[in-house]
């Protein structure tokens, strides 16, 4: 099933709409210079994984993170933003990223 | 009051705009125009820029979650949403279902998207405010974003800009910070501006912009609102229009007899450019932050094709605690980056990889 099938469109980004607006704390990182489909555009972008809370952790893409010197720990919190391009005939994803505070 | 509409009014607000910001003067470098001239022609120093990831819908989402913020409401109990945009996501898939999804308000809500230009935001609040009128819903969200398209090299890439603004209304009096008094709607059919189904970019009259569309509903709105509430430009604190420039409100507000301490304090274009459909809601937005209570604003919106929806509001004593939740307009104007053209012409679509 394609990442632009309707039906994984919507099961998906009910799950991560849960979590919009919550923070938590940046642990590691990465720059992806080479992406995945319908990231192309946004080459090069972070990737991180993020301490929600004692048990859980959560990877995500990092926004309005250029310019700041990132480090461990760092607050960062949920926002809304279109995850992919699909193309200028499919749905459009919409989940969650995470803004660096 | 005059006109009270029976204790409907604004139980929250949130303002929204993304990090990037081009130069005025780097948009006319890039065409070998005169920035300066430019800049002080229409008033405009640089304009906000959505992220490749951003939309209206995204947009319109974290302004709502300040306004919620505010409200302080069960979200839940959203029983409308409308949207004003001129960059709705899809032609055809409301963005307000998007929106109640991913504020996670439940399915029970009245809803549709809607279009007028740069007046859609607040025709989104003027069928809210009915709609609560009506019994109908206790609460309703009201928003106008936009993500405005301008063609490269036209007069229009020097202002064109993204913003959202959002409001949560309901008709509890003790939950008011703002009274809407009154509303009034001028409309008529003029071809100023236009984007036809299947176009990029919009296309406009030039000067015909001006005296026969802007000026003409503007000042028709603005006038019939102060007959109806026997008021007149003295009597209010706050006057905010639609903002395409900062020549064409300055203007009309000194025509209706308004001076620039009630026109500057809602005169946000030169900061940001024309957010189109939340232009005037984000001025509302910037002197909801510093008004004090029991004052009135005269707000007076603009959408070309044409039609001008002008509001008399009151701020209440509740106002105050509510300015201190929530991210307020300017902390957007703090935390911004510049771009150059060549990164704006990508994040504006205009060129890809």
Known sequence: ?101 | MEGQMRGVGIIGYGAYLPLRRIKTSLIAAAWQKEGKQIEKSLGVKEKSVAGLDEDSVTMAVEASLIALERAGIDKTKIGAVFMGSESHPYAVNPSTTKIGEILGIGHDYFTADLEFACKAGTAAIQIVTAFLLGGQIDYGLAIGADTAQGRPGDALEYATAAGAAAFILGRKQEELIVMINDFCSFNSDTPDFWRRSGAKYPSHGGRFTGEKAFFRHTLAAAERLMKKTKTKAGDYDYVVFHMPNSKFPCKAGEMLGFNQKQIKPGLIVEEIGNTYAASSLLGLCAVLDQAKPNQRILLVSYGSGAGSDAFSLTTTAKLTKKQKLGRNYKSFLRKKRYIDYVEYLKLTEAIRG
């Open chain 1, 1 to 101: 099933m394609g990442v632009g099938f309707p039906a994984r469109i919507w099961r998906e980004a009910k799950k991560e709409y849960q979590i919009l607006g919550q923070e938590g704390r940046l642990l590691y990182w990465t720059t992806i210079k080479f992406p995945g489909e319908g990231y192309e555009q946004q080459v090069p972008y972070l990737v991180g994984l993020i301490r929600l809370d004692r048990k859980k952790v959560i990877g995500g893409q990092l926004v309005n993170w250029q310019g700041k010197q990132l480090k461990k720990g760092m607050k960062v919190v949920s926002v809304p933003r279109r995850m992919r391009a699909n193309g200028q005939e499919e749905p459009i994803r919409y989940g969650i990223k995470w803004k660096v505070r």
